[in-house]
């Protein structure tokens, strides 16, 4: 069992190691190839991703739970356009303010398929820690949550690995933890193909770990929530001790780094709690106090409403 105070250190980890992830990938957003480690610094500001992760976690505070409408007044309130967007959810937040509604906007996106962006899966950490005790819950507000921007299956299914993956990393601790066990868990959860063919690639490349090449051939690390969700669990599965290692790994993969960056960042500082994230990185995160202040009222109305 876990502590209060452990549960605490918990929540507040995963979201301050979002956006500690998302900071330090941003200025190798577009690097085609990996490099090396040293060059990553911490410094600037976070993006889209830290963003809308905050937005989640407000609604879930101020709604003591999900609320789909409230979450996506609370993008489009909070929306700050030199975050670095992506294309969809300016355009969705638009047509929710011209009267569509919050499940329905995203629908028109890409012809009518939908995104399969990343932007779910990079911002569903609070969803993933409060729900972290129930997985049928979870799955459900994850897609649920996913609907405002990304209607499309796979952008969906990427947010809901990406929700379980946090939950996991917060029952988890690094006495209890078997990597292996945890993709196995992952397997019954995700549905489409290609999911489960990137969870069975992660499972062959844990037992004898490729170089950063072929991970990026194999895994990917781009834009799509299927090239990128398990390309960030990888980096904290391969690196479980370590939050600055697996997080560095996951930004020096370049491509999408400051969202895989932000999403392994997310699950480690589950999994490790905020002690785990190097003071260095946590006190210079942009709005520091703020995003610590809001994980620990998450927390506090998680605790209070399981009584
Ligand atoms: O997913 P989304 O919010 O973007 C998140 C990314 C992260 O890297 C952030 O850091 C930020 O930089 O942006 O935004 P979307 O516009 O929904 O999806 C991202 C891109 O994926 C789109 O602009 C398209 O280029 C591509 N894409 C698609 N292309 C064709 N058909 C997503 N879905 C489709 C599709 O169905
Ligand atoms: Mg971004
Ligand atoms: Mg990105």
Sequence with gaps: MLSELQLKSKFVGALVGTGVGDTLGRPFEGFRRPFTVDTVKFGGKYTDDTEMAIGVAESLVEKQGFDGEHMAWTFIRNFNPSRGYGWGPPQIFKW???????????????????????????????IGTFYFDDFEELKKVAHQSSLITHSHILGIEGAVLQACSVALAVRLTPESFDPQIFVNKLLQIVQEDVYRKKLDIIRKFLRGKPDEVRIIEELGNGIAAFDSVPTALFSFLSHPKSFKEAVRYAVCLGGDSDTIGAMCGGISGAFH???????????????????????????QVKTTYKK
């Design 96 to 126: 929710i303010k011209e009267g569509l509604s919050w499940d329905k906007a995203s629908r028109k996106l890409f012809n009518g398929t939908g995104s399969w962006g990343n932007g779910a899966a990079m911002r569903i950490v609070p």
């Design 273 to 299: 709690g905020v002690e785990g994230i190097p003071d260095e990185w946590r006190k210079n995160l942009e709005n520091a106090e703020y995003i610590e202040s809001l994980a620990e009222k998450l927390w």
